[in-house]
C-alpha cells in the first residue's frame, strides 16, 4: 500500500507508474483504491463509476478498469455534501455534521478481495494523509485498512513542497507503534537536482523513524500529460504555446468542476494554449474557444458563473466570432433552463440557463453511466466516450445534434455552427476527431500526435523512470512476505 504524508504528494501517479513496471515484468498487476474523493471520475469497463486516477492505473496495468478497483467514490456536490458511489452505484449523499454514515467496510473489503483473486500483484493507493489523528475512528482509507488486511505499507513524502523532514518526522510521531511497524521504508518524490545530494537527509530519516530509504525520485516531466485526480492540481493545469497564432481555449475554473481531464488531450496539442480561467478573472478576450465544463453541482456553478460575469463575457465572444462548447452540465447551462427538483446535486431549486440553445434540463433520479461511441455530425469523424449524469434535457435545439451515438443523437449545434454542446465525456481523445474538430481553428497546420499513444508513451517513459531509481525489487520482496488475505488464494505470481 502506497500512503502519503499529505494530500497530492504523487500517489496516485506512483502507483500508475509501478502497475507499467511491474505488468511490463510479466505479472498481473492490478490497482486498488479504498476511498477516493473527487469529481474527476470514468466510467468502468463493468458499467459503473471510479476515480479517474483508478482508471489510468487500471490502463497502466494493461487490463480493464472495474468498479471494485475504487469501491467507495465520494463526488463533493456543495452544501457540505457528496454523492456517495459504492461499487459503481450512487447510495445516496454524505454531508457534513450528519449522524454517523452508513459503514462500507463489508463491501469494500469485499470489492479488494475480488481485485485480488485476478492479480499476482495489486497496488493499494491511499487517501491524502496517512494519519489524521481527528479522523483515526473507522479510518477505512490509510491505516485502518492496511491494518485490516494486513498489508505493508511504503510512505510517500515530496520535497518539493518543502518540509519533507517535519512531514516524514511528524507522520512518525502521529502514528501509533503498530502502524509504524507497518511501514516498510520511505520514497522522497519530485526531487529536483542530483539524487545524491540527498543522502546524508535520507540516512538521517532512515535512522530516526527506522524505516528503510527505498529511494528518490528524480523530478519527471511530462506528468501533468496524464489525467490528474484532484482538481487541486488545475491551477498548474495551464498549457501556453509559443507560437502567437496558436489556437487558444479558455475553461472556466469553476467551483464543482468535474471530469476535467476532457481537455487533456487538447491542452497536449503543440499549437494550443489551453488555459483554465481562475475566478476573479474575465474570459479572455481572444480566445477561440470558451468550453464550459462538466460539474457536480450545475446550479452552483451556474450561479457562479454569473457571480464572475462570465455569461456577459460569453456573449461579448460570441459577438467577436468566438465558438462555445458546453460538454454534459455545460451543456445543460447552455440552455434556457436547468432544474433540481429533488436536490440531487444539493438544494433543490431551478434557474434560468444562459439562453444560447433552445433546451431545457431537469435533474432526475437514476444517473446513466454507459461507455459508447459515434460520429461527430459536422465532421463525420468517429467519437467514443462514455455519459455519466442525472440530466434529462428536451427542446427543439436537439433537432440538431452535435453527435449522433449507437443509440441516439446526442446534444445540440446552433444554427450558425458557433454554440455547441453534448453529454459525451472523453470525446477528444479520439484522435481523428480532435484534429478535425480542432482545424476549424487552424490555418493548414499538421495535426498533432494521437492522444492514447502519447498517454501510453508518459507511462511506459515514467515506469522506466521508477525503475532507474527506486528499488523496484525489494518492494515486491516485501508484498511477497505478507500473509495471505483471507478468501483469497494466492496467484500464480
Partial sequence: MIQGTASDVGKSLLVAGLCRLYARRGLRVAPFKPLNMSNNAAVAADGGEIG??????????????????????????????????????????????????????????????????????????????????NLRGGNIANMGFAAALDLPVVMLADIERGGVFASLLGTHLLLDDAERARVCGFVIN?????????????????????????????????????????????????????DPSAIRIAVPALPHIANFDDFDPLAAEADVALELIAPGSPLPGDADLVILPGSKATLADLACLRAEGWDIDLQAHLRRGGHVLGICAGLQMLGRSVADPGGLEGTPGRAAGLGLLDLETELIPGKRLVRTAGIDVHSGEAVQGYEMHNGVSLGPALARPMLRLKSRPDGALSDDGRVMGCYLHGLFAADTFRHAFLQRFRAGRAAGPGHDAAVNAVLDAWAAHLDACLEADALLRRAGDVARVPGVRRGAG
Fill in 52 to 133: 479517474r486516477a483508478q482508471a489510468l492505473q487500471a490502463l497502466a496495468a494493461g487490463r480493464p478498469a472495474s468498479v471494485h478497483m475504487n469501491p467507495l467514490l465520494l463526488k463533493p456536490q456543495g452544501d457540505g455534501a457528496a454523492q456517495v458511489v459504492l461499487q459503481g452505484e450512487v447510495v445516496g449523499t454524505a454531508r457534513a455534521g450528519a449522524a454517523r454514515p452508513p459503514d462500507h467496510r463489508a463491501s469494500i473489503l469485499d470489492s479488494f478481495r475480488r481485485i485480488c483473486r485476478e492479480a499476482d500483484l495489486v497496488l493499494v493507493e491511499g487517501a491524502g494523509a496517512a494519519v489524521e489523528p
Fill in 190 to 242: 519530485k526531487f529536483r537536482g542530483r539524487p545524491a545530494l540527498f543522502a546524508d537527509g535520507a540516512a538521517d530519516l532512515a535512522d530516526r523513524t527506522g524505516w528503510p530509504h527505498l529511494g528518490v525520485v528524480p523530478w519527471f516531466d511530462g506528468l501533468d500529460r496524464l489525467p490528474a485526480e484532484d482538481a487541486v492540481v488545475l491551477g498548474r493545469r495551464r498549457t501556453a504555446a509559443a
